[in-house]
């Protein structure tokens, strides 16, 4: 925010003592990126790589302010003489305003804070699980959790009566959480579960079951994993009917929080 004052300070000043050039066009550039970059998605990201010139610039700020450039004697016969600098000053001078009582410009939002996210398919999938079959997946999380979402599909599409049975268990096999997906959940949502958060006490192993009900085999269930020679998360291991398999599921272990942001649209 200082920075921001500061530079804004020396544009005003540069405006009052007719100082148009090379400097003045620089400013207005940075500060028009800035206020773009601050109104759209990636909000203040883009506006790091310009902290080092907008330094200098807020410094010969400082320095005009300290030799009085900017006292009210003589700023307001300028603005009156300039009315256009002086409207160009007002809206800079707004939009500082804006910044600076930003928390009244915040809206509720919702984000993921992930534990795992293992994303990339590779290879052949875990392929004709079905009644009877009994899968599982271990992971490490250090934070709070409430959603498992594995990735997969029934094949030939959902049956009217069948689905998954899906646990989550400890490092000592006490489960923790249980739910029965529907096939018509597993075709709409893949295997997506919820639960009441699960707060790890430092980095712990836990395992995801997956038992099919009813599936049988024109309707198997195929789970996505990334099968191949790298492995991409070593803390895992997966395993249908006891036997490991090669690779892991994609999945990801995730905690739904709620909070809020800067507006982006506040204009």
Known sequence: MMILFLTLAGTAASMISGRMGTGMLLRLVLLGNILFYLMWEAQNRYSIG???ILLFL?????RLLQNGELETEHIVPVLIRKRGWGAVTAILAVMLAILLYRPLFVEETEWREFSVRNIYRVGQN?????????????????SAFDHILVQGYLKNGAVPDGGCQMLIQDEEGK?????FLSAQQIAETQLDFTFDPIVPNGETVYTIVIEPKGIRENHALQLYRFNSSMDLYPAGKLSCNGREENGNLIFSVYEERTGTIFRRIFL
């Open 50 to 52: 310009m902290v080092g």
């Open 58 to 62: 807020a410094a010969d700020g400082c």
């Open 126 to 142: 875990l392929q004709d699980i079905v009644s009877g079959d009994r899968v599982t997946q271990t992971f490490v999380a250090s």
């Open 175 to 179: 489960k923790l959480a249980e739910a």
